[in-house]
């Protein structure tokens, strides 16, 4: 079994302005799919707003040189990651049929990005 990273993106501003009634679709779609993925889900999150987050950026040759430590983002974007699943699947076809129960793939401020881990031995 493969493991698969879904990042779900989308726009900060209208996350926070969305209806009632859009964020309670979100929220259904999201029980949705833990409903269907089940034991395939190996963690999961929501992340708080972008502006709470730190960055760590290197500074020189990455040779013992410190990091510069700054607030927010690492880039400044109009989409930002609010939340993610890792998921064990058999094949991608598998994770996209499944990422089909999230909300977030119908609207137009959102997305989901699907990306396989790195398997080592």
């Known amino acids: 079994m493969a493991k698969y990273m879904l990042l779900i993106y989308g726009n900060e501003q209208r996350w926070e302005t969305m209806s009632a009634a859009e964020s309670a679709e979100i929220d259904a779609g999201h ?17 708080e707003p972008s502006s709470t987050a730190t960055t760590l950026r290197g500074t020189g040759t990455g040779t013992g040189d410190e990091p510069a430590v700054t607030d927010g983002p690492f880039l400044e974007t109009k989409e930002v990651l609010g939340g993610f699943y890792l998921l064990e699947a058999a094949d991608l076809d598998e994770v996209v049929a499944l990422s089909r129960e999230l909300a977030e793939v119908r609207h137009d401020h959102s997305g989901v990005e699907i990306t396989p881990l790195v398997h080592h031995g």
């Open 31 to 47: 029980v949705a799919f833990v409903n269907r993925a089940g034991v395939r889900i190996l963690a999961s999150g929501q992340l």
